[in-house]
């Protein structure tokens, strides 16, 4: 099943802008977590935040939850070429392990 | 983390046959989970794989289509049967992380299913 919904969105930007892709999501979650995918590939994780963190660093990635709206943000900085990429939210629910994933958010970084 | 190889990374197959893919992790895992991904769409979980236990099916996935193997703690495969060209997508299989569900998935390289 799918939980997490980013606003849809493909996001094109220059090389060393800042990315800002928004995720939201409707049951009461466990944590919140990111994935890369490039070129259809594997999915690695980038960030998960707890139901009772507010705001996570790693690297040049933010993320941000708001369990009140049941939504999240990712924030990329200083964004590279190496970024592009889809970008997933997921969701695990408390008392299960699966992941719900949401649409994905297509990001382009042009050199 | 654990690591995940998966097989084949692509296939071209014909309708009205099957094709089995493979997990092999590099670690002993409780659950690991198979995934379809259509194309330009996102993941939906089709299930759940416990060694020693039938597999638990998500809505919409069943057992005669998506018959699942899990005969030891590292290994499980994942068979499409008599595909139709509605079956092109990416199959991934994944695997929770090491110290439980508050860390992050694994997955492995992804199966790029064409059927034709």
């Known amino acids: 099943s799918q939980q997490g919904e980013e606003d849809p969105q493909a996001l094109s930007i220059q090389e060393g802008e800042n990315a800002t892709m928004n995720c939201s999501y409707k049951?009461?979650?466990?944590?919140l977590q990111w994935y890369r995918q490039n070129s259809g590939r594997g999915l690695v994780h980038l960030i998960l935040?707890?139901?009772?963190?507010r705001e996570k660093h790693s690297g040049r990635l933010r993320v941000t939850l708001d369990t009140s709206k049941k939504s999240s943000s990712l924030l990329i900085t200083a964004s590279r070429a190496a970024d592009t990429a889809s970008y997933f939210c997921?969701?695990?629910?408390?008392?299960?392990?699966?992941?719900?994933f949401g649409k994905g958010n297509q990001v382009v970084v042009i050199p | 983390s654990a690591v995940i190889s998966q097989k084949p990374s692509r296939d071209i197959c014909q309708r009205g046959t099957s094709l089995t893919i493979q997990c092999q992790v590099d670690s002993q895992v409780t659950m690991m989970f198979w995934y379809r991904q259509q194309p330009g769409q996102s993941l939906t979980l089709i299930a759940t794989?416990?060694?020693?236990?039938?597999?638990?099916?998500e809505s919409g996935f069943v057992i005669d289509k998506f018959p699942i193997s899990r005969p030891n703690l590292t290994f499980s495969t994942l068979t499409v049967s008599n595909m139709s060209p509605e079956d092109s997508s990416i199959y991934l299989c994944?695997?929770?992380?090491?110290?439980?569900?508050?860390?992050?998935?694994?997955f492995g390289s992804g199966t790029r299913l064409t059927v034709v």
């Open positions: 049951t009461s979650i466990n944590n």
């Open positions: 794989a416990n060694q020693g236990s039938e597999a638990t099916y």
């Open positions: 935040i707890r139901s009772n963190e």
């Open positions: 997921a969701t695990v629910d408390y008392g299960n392990n699966r992941l719900a």
């Open positions: 994944s695997v929770d992380g090491d110290r439980g569900p508050n860390y992050g998935y694994t």
